[in-house]
């Protein structure tokens, strides 16, 4: 967050004021942001090394970014649960059975009402569906919890075991396949993402909005007189972002079409292949631009808005929001209702890349969604994280994941890593915030 | 001492509240005048808390009547007396830790712009007028309360109950936690609120504080109100044994 609690410029200016410090406050940089950055590219760096660079390939990169955007969405909105003060325990069999329930509804319940497969609306009305369920199961969720007064961490296990047997019960034991052809595309895949000129779109009207916001949020505060960071801090901050997200874009365009699937299409439109064979650039992934406009949209909820400013100070101190005549009741059953929703959205992206469901799809996702918002920052005594933090948690676990993955470690390894690495981070970040009181 | 026959600010009839069968307030009723402080005393369980809770919507009253300007109103949650011009100042403060003074200033009634989005300027700028007011030193505006000193955060719990226009304050222990600076400033500042018109319900354990600031004392026992008083009518002696004997 960057206004209701969070690190502000005037209060950095503790122990020695030397002149590289003082500059480097006057940034008012999230230094716990930018340590996961760091962290992140430092475990890049190491698989690179490892690999000779395979690891560091555009393909291999894409795919390791959508292996983390099931979690990273979800993230965003245990962010808030944790908030909160709760736990949701349930969202890995909330995505089982929404999973299963689109699948279900492509493969066998809509064709059977006389639905054909081939219409074009047929995934529209699936989806529609299947984030109407995942919002109603997390909305009944929240009911319980915040009208009846039952404790999240029991209720939410409760959804954990009873939801994945319903699945069971749907599916009647079986995996389903074979779903609409454009609702695999948020799945990703050489054709599943937004193409390379959309992408450089992307990409600029992203540097744009970023310098934008900066020189709105300057205009916002000298409109009361207040101080604003220096202009070289904000400029070079804003510069920093536009060339990132310029970079982010030009790296999806990186990554080109396999050369068999890029043939038959210039056979197809009539092209001559150049020598080399045609390179189609293939774009930021559907599920990648699912990840980045759901935490626009939660950073949004949560620092801009009413909503946002309620779960925190409930967070907070429960009692104080209520004093203050707030609806606490509401607030954590939307926030319930809202974690449904965004794994319905998750749902959406590991059944389009399956093309269908398994019984055990999401099954342990949990506790990934839980770890990447907590070693993204997240409080478990409440009140305090955000959204972007977790975002890039869910990236760090990953990538380590992946990684080692790909380093032919067994998965063995592999937990107790991930395991060591939940611990670490948190006991690190609990250190830095005792030491800064 | 305002005409007999316009009606009082506040006045509450035959307020009963109970926990779990216990009478924490039982058959009490008060009244409030604009300009007028009233002490209300009493030992620990007395009943003093609940019964300002009933008037600032904490905790809904099991029965009677609540009357502002002698009308009767309904209040069921901090909201509806928020909308009668009621500010409450808790002991706790209940101020959200993790946010930030102007979050905590406007809780539950933000400032937002024509989309509904907060505006965090126009809420900061708003704080910093009436922290001017209270306590000029003031300057920490984006750090979480949590590390702010105990005498900042009571000036901002105080501003909170200030900035809305309050027409009737009820201050639960405002001077608990603070150092003799501190405590020297609440008490101006109830003198100020006072000579505005503002009408206040001061619940105080202190009863030197309850003497030199208050109109009447009313004393609580046991859930009742045991004797209502005039300040000029009565010694120390005389409310320390009604706080104690109950009579």
Request: aromatic residues 6%; proline residues 4%.
């Amino acid at each position: 967050m960057t206004d209701g609690v969070g690190v502000a410029p005037d209060e950095l200016q503790g122990g020695k004021p030397s002149w590289l410090r003082g500059q480097v406050a006057s940034l008012g940089l999230d230094l716990r942001l930018f340590g996961m950055l760091v962290a992140l590219a430092l475990i890049l760096v190491y698989f690179g090394i490892r690999t000779d660079g395979k690891f560091l390939s555009p393909s291999n990169l894409v795919v390791l970014a959508i292996q983390a955007s099931v979690v990273a969405v979800m993230a965003t909105g245990m962010v808030l649960v944790i908030v909160s003060r709760n736990i949701d325990l349930s969202v890995g069999s909330i995505v089982g059975l929404v999973s299963m329930t689109y699948a279900m509804l492509m493969t066998e319940w809509m064709p059977d009402l006389g639905i054909r497969f081939d219409t074009g609306y047929m995934w529209i009305v699936a989806l529609a569906i299947g984030l109407g369920l995942g919002t109603a199961i997390g909305a009944l969720q929240g009911f319980v919890i915040a009208y009846m007064g039952v404790p999240s961490f029991i209720v939410t296990l409760g959804g954990l075991l009873s939801l994945r047997g319903v699945v069971w019960v749907l599916s009647e034991g079986a995996a389903k396949s074979g779903l609409a052809e454009p609702f695999q595309l948020l799945g990703g895949g050489a054709i599943g993402a937004i193409g390379g000129p959309p992408t450089w779109a992307v990409g600029i009207v992203a540097a744009v909005g970023i310098i934008a916001l900066t020189v709105y949020g300057r205009r916002q505060r000298s409109r009361f007189g207040f101080g604003v960071r220096p202009a070289w801090a904000d400029g070079l901050l804003a510069m920093a972002g536009a060339g990132a997200v310029v970079g982010l874009a030009a790296f999806f365009n990186a990554n080109l079409w396999p050369k068999g699937l890029a043939s038959r299409y210039a056979i197809a439109n009539g092209i001559t292949e150049p020598p080399g064979g045609l390179k189609i650039a293939v774009g930021i992934p559907w599920p990648v631009v699912l990840v980045i406009g759901v935490t626009l949209v939660m950073t949004y909820l949560a620092t801009r808005r009413r909503f946002g400013r309620e779960v925190f100070a409930y967070g907070g101190n429960p009692e104080a929001a209520a004093l203050a005549g707030i609806n606490t009741r509401w607030t954590i059953m939307k926030v319930f209702a809202l974690m449904g929703l965004l794994c319905g959205v998750s749902a959406a992206i590991a059944a389009a890349r399956l093309n269908g469901s398994t019984l055990d799809i999401g099954q342990g996702n949990e506790l990934y969604v839980i770890a990447a918002a907590v070693v993204g920052g997240t409080s478990l005594a409440g009140g305090i994280g955000t959204i972007p933090g977790a975002v890039l948690g869910g990236l760090v676990m990953q990538t380590l994941a992946y990684g080692l993955n790909f380093t032919r470690v067994t998965s063995a390894v592999q937990n107790i890593v991930a395991g060591i690495v939940l611990v670490v981070a948190v006991g690190f970040d609990t250190y830095n915030r005792r030491r800064a009181g | 001492m305002t005409a007999p026959e316009s009606p009082p600010l506040v006045e509450m009839r035959n307020i009963r509240v109970s926990y779990g069968g216990v009478h924490a307030v039982d058959d009490v009723s008060i009244d409030l005048r604009a300009g007028e402080v009233v002490g209300l005393v009493g030992g620990n369980g007395a009943g003093k808390s609940t019964l300002m809770r009933a008037l600032s919507g904490a905790r809904k009253a099991d029965s009677g009547t609540i009357l502002i300007d002698g009308k009767i109103v309904t209040i069921t949650n901090p909201h509806d007396a928020k909308g009668h011009g009621i500010e409450t100042i808790y002991q706790t403060l209940a101020l959200a830790d993790n946010l930030n003074a102007p979050a905590n200033l406007f809780l539950g009634r933000e400032l937002t712009n024509w989309i509904g989005d907060l505006d965090n300027a126009a809420m900061e700028h708003e704080t910093r007028k009436v922290m001017a007011r209270l306590n000029p030193n003031f300057t920490r505006f984006s750090s979480p309360v949590s590390s702010l000193s105990g005498g900042q955060r009571q000036a901002v719990a105080i501003a909170r109950a200030v900035h809305f226009n309050a027409r009737i304050m009820i201050m639960d222990e405002p001077t608990a936690a603070l150092g003799p600076a501190e405590t020297a400033q609440v008490r101006n500042l109830i003198r100020q609120l006072k000579a505005e018109g503002l009408g206040i319900f001061l619940v105080s354990h202190d009863i030197h504080d309850v003497f030199d600031l208050s109109d009447r004392i009313s004393v609580m026992y046991h859930g009742k109100i045991v004797g209502t008083v005039n300040k000029a009518d009565v010694t120390h002696d005389d409310v320390l044994s009604m706080i104690i004997l109950g009579r």
